[in-house]
């Protein structure tokens, strides 16, 4: 049974950070591709930040690039998201997705920036 769950989300102060882990089971995580997304309430699922399974080359959408990271440790399973500088507007859902011959989701962490 495959699970992808997330955790490391709460309120965090403007300016702060926080890191998101997803631990995953189920799949060849070292084959699958990673991504975070995100959704805020009235607005679509945007892709956050991708990693390969290969080289682990990283995408990020324009609006957190320079500030999340994205990393994955295969040894153990789990992709991180570190996101420094936090803006209000990051405040949203946020998902790990999981892509190896099919796609998976997780349930989603809350992340809020607010003082």
């Known amino acids: 049974q495959v699970q992808l769950v997330e955790s490391g989300g709460g309120l965090v102060q403007p300016g702060g950070s926080l890191n998101l882990s997803c631990a995953a089971s189920g799949f060849t995580f070292s084959r699958a591709a990673m991504r975070w997304y995100r959704q805020a309430p009235g607005k679509e699922r945007e892709l956050v930040a991708g990693?390969?399974?290969?080289?682990?080359?990283?995408n990020y959408g324009d609006s957190v690039k320079g500030r999340f990271t994205i990393s994955r440790d295969n040894a153990k399973n789990t992709v991180y998201l570190q996101m420094n500088s936090l803006k209000p507007e990051d405040t949203a859902v946020y998902y790990c997705?999981?892509?190896?011959?099919?796609?998976?989701w997780g349930q989603g962490t809350q992340v809020t920036v607010s003082s």
């Open positions: 997705y999981a892509a190896r011959l099919r796609v998976y």
């Open positions: 990693i390969t399974s290969g080289d682990g080359s990283t």
